[in-house]
Nanobody, 119 residues
Framework: QVQLVESGGGLVQAGGSLRLSCAVS????????MAWFRQAPGKEREFVAA????????YYSDSVKGRFTISRDNAKNTVYLQMNSLKPEDTAVYYC????????????WGQGTQVTVSS
């Protein structure tokens, strides 16, 4: 079983930055892919970014590429999402998720953290 706990959300002005953290516990993650998703009010949940724990390969949605950076700290078992140049349309609940690299669906989800960007 994998437990995910997000933190770091908050209120920020447009153009500002936030760093989200996802603390992972429960098992080793060498064969896992970690991701951030977000869901704005009235919208479907959307993929934001992902990282393979082993090797560190990263993936981004077009809407955040060049502004957001996903990373992981092996020693702390934590995944980060550095968000720069934030826009009001980035406002959403951000969720951390995990799945085995060989799987297609994300099996484990955090509780979410609210990010609000004011104009």
């Amino acid at each position: 079983q994998v437990q995910l706990v997000e933190s770091g959300g908050g209120l920020v002005q447009a153009g500002g930055s936030l760093r989200l953290s996802c603390a992972v516990s429960g098992r080793t993650l060498s064969n896992y892919r970690m991701a951030w998703f977000r869901q704005a009010p009235g919208k479907e949940r959307e993929f934001v970014a992902a990282i393979r724990w082993s090797g560190g390969m990263t993936y981004y949605s077009d809407s955040v590429k060049g502004r957001f950076t996903i990373s992981r700290d092996n020693a702390k078992n934590t995944v980060y999402l550095q968000m720069n140049s934030l826009k009001p349309e980035d406002t959403a609940v951000y969720y951390c998720a995990a799945r085995k690299v060989v799987d297609r669906e994300y099996d484990y989800w955090g509780q979410g953290t609210q990010v609000t960007v004011s104009s």
